[in-house]
């Protein structure tokens, strides 16, 4: 009875399509649903589709331009934040602020200060750079506006796990003579490992799903090249009306996203071993 | 640790902080000036960093000229129902998973576990279709169902109701009490600070989901903010302070849930994050 609720919800909204997009892949089936069972054709047309894989190299571009380095800036900006005392809330809300706001916002700012004729950044620089309309700054970009964005979020991860090192190992350590920066590189970094693997892996999943940012700032342009996966998904469902190839299009990244967390997780967990 | 000396190191860094801080609060700064700007100060060289007096053209126009007090609404009903309703049935779910024996119980949790690992915009596709045939496309129930339906209430939920000492339930159960009631009486109460916590940050997530509104509505009247706001600046052409006075209105309730319940949404994104 208390689980009925909830479970007719999961069923209906995401167990049955998660079971459905499997079988519209193997349909030709249009955007209402229409369509017959055409075994692995869409598969065999998505292996030869070099659109498709243009979309994975551009995904693949964007997670190497962010994973990473949104990890990287979050340990960075923790960091920053901890040593803190009475500045610490205000600073920390700075950085976390942008986290809130509804993408659209984030990208909306973004286009104004990036604007090419009127925005602050060209007028600082007294360029005239139509940023996201050049095909190699469009992508850095884009990472940059979601690193700018999401940050926060892994700063505070960072920072729970930096409260969680124990004072007295940094004494121990300053006691055997270690300076500020020794104490950092093998009390800190190693203590703060398992939230780093954390982080990276959250970060991974979540950066394949690039969408919004791009449907938004760019439209996967200039040239198709911020066309990343669920964009292509989005237009051969949407524009294409072809929902069985958009299906398989679908499968392609949960395949995607599989492999590549399966392979991460084994790295990061040799890494923590040795 | 040892109590801090006064050094111009640490001095220089905290400095370097409060600048970085100004910079990355700085966009969001810009937005805000600009929407109380007129439209030829928006443009003008060199620009205006404190538009002062405020001038409100802009929002006044955009509230006139577009459904946007329309779309206000849909968003906030859509949000407080899929925070209310996400709340309540994964309250119900989580004790039912850390407390009662059924059958099917492991495989329960399992596919929760699955389904939050899957990436919601792989089932659009299926989901666009499910929902033409129920006729819930440019509907409330279209926007609403699918964010119910997220497992990472449930998860986090049942976390923390397995730690409550299992006596209680006992002792409640010989006093003739009901699941439901204990429920209510024992289990809300003591975890009141995360079902708090995970509900800011769930009413967050739908009031910004930008992708599924997108995808199940596409007449004007039933848009939600983040999708419609972008739908009025693509007609506004050159005309920054509109499109910064959108983007103002958009933020002011993720914004303000976010300044005034900041311990909550940290609480809530560390669970979410599955650190507690």
């Known amino acids: 009875m208390l689980i009925a609720p909830f479970v007719i919800f999961y069923v209906l909204f995401l167990v049955y399509p998660a079971l459905q997009v499997v079988y519209l892949s193997l349909t030709n089936s249009d955007i209402a649903g229409q369509g017959r069972l055409v075994g692995l054709a869409n598969y065999q047309e998505l292996i030869s589709d070099q659109d498709f894989w243009a979309a994975v190299a551009h995904t693949v571009y964007f997670v190497v331009l962010t994973v990473v380095p949104n990890t990287a800036v979050g340990f960075f900006l923790a960091l920053l934040v901890t040593r803190l005392k009475r500045l610490r809330l205000p600073i920390l809300s700075a950085f976390f602020l942008p986290y809130v706001l509804p993408v659209s916002v984030v990208t909306t700012t973004a286009l104004w200060i990036l604007d090419a004729n009127f925005g602050i950044v060209n007028n600082l620089l007294g360029t005239n750079t139509a940023w996201f309309g050049d095909a190699s700054w469009a992508m850095p970009f884009v990472a940059m506006v979601t690193i700018w964005w999401t940050v926060g979020f892994n700063m505070l991860l960072f920072i729970a796990g930096l409260q969680n090192v124990p004072a007295e190992y940094y004494e121990a350590a300053a006691l055997d003579g270690a300076n500020g920066f020794q104490r950092f590189l093998f009390v800190t970094c190693p203590l703060i490992w398992p939230v780093t693997s954390l982080v990276l892996i959250l970060q991974l999943i979540l950066q394949f799903k690039i969408f919004d940012q791009v449907y938004l700032l760019t439209f996967g342009g200039p040239s198709n090249s911020t066309t990343v996966v669920l964009l292509y998904m989005y237009r051969e469902a949407f524009q294409q009306n072809r929902g069985g190839y958009a299906s398989a299009v679908a499968m392609a990244l949960v395949i995607i996203i599989v492999i590549v967390s399966v392979v991460q997780s084994r790295l990061l967990r040799i890494k923590r071993v040795t | ?276």
Request: aromatic share 16%; charged share 10%.
């Open chain 2, 1 to 276: 640790m040892k109590t801090e000396k006064f050094s111009i190191l640490g001095l220089i860094c905290t400095v370097f902080t409060v600048i970085l801080a100004i910079a990355w609060l700085f966009p969001v700064y810009w937005m805000a000036a600009t929407s109380v700007k007129s439209e030829t100060d928006t443009i003008v060289n060199p620009p205006i960093l404190f538009p002062w007096p405020p001038n409100f053209d802009a929002f006044v126009y955009v509230i006139q000229n577009s459904p946007f007090f329309r779309w206000y609404l849909n968003t906030v009903i859509t949000s407080v129902s899929v925070t209310v309703l996400c709340i309540l049935f994964s309250l119900m779910c989580a004790y039912a998973l850390s407390r009662l024996e059924f059958r099917g119980r492991q495989l329960l949790y399992v596919a929760l576990l699955v389904g939050f690992m899957l990436p919601f915009a792989t089932m659009a596709v299926p989901l666009f279709m499910f929902m033409t045939r129920l006729n819930f496309v440019n509907s409330f129930q279209g926007l609403i169902a699918p964010q119910v339906a997220t497992p990472l209430a449930v998860i986090v939920f049942k976390q923390f109701f397995d730690e409550v000492p299992r006596d209680f339930r006992d002792a409640a159960l010989i006093d003739g009490a009901n699941d439901f009631k204990i429920l209510f009486k024992i289990y809300l109460p003591l975890n009141w600070s995360i079902i708090w916590a995970m509900s800011i940050i769930i009413f967050i997530g739908a009031w910004n989901n930008f992708f599924w509104p997108l995808i199940v509505t596409n007449s004007t009247p039933m848009l939600t903010v983040p999708v419609g706001m972008t739908q009025v600046q693509s007609a506004y052409g050159v005309a920054f302070a509109k499109i910064c006075a959108t983007g103002v209105l958009a933020s002011i309730p993720t914004a303000a849930a976010y300044l005034f319940f900041q311990k909550k949404v940290t609480q809530g994104v560390m669970a979410a994050a599955g650190l507690k």
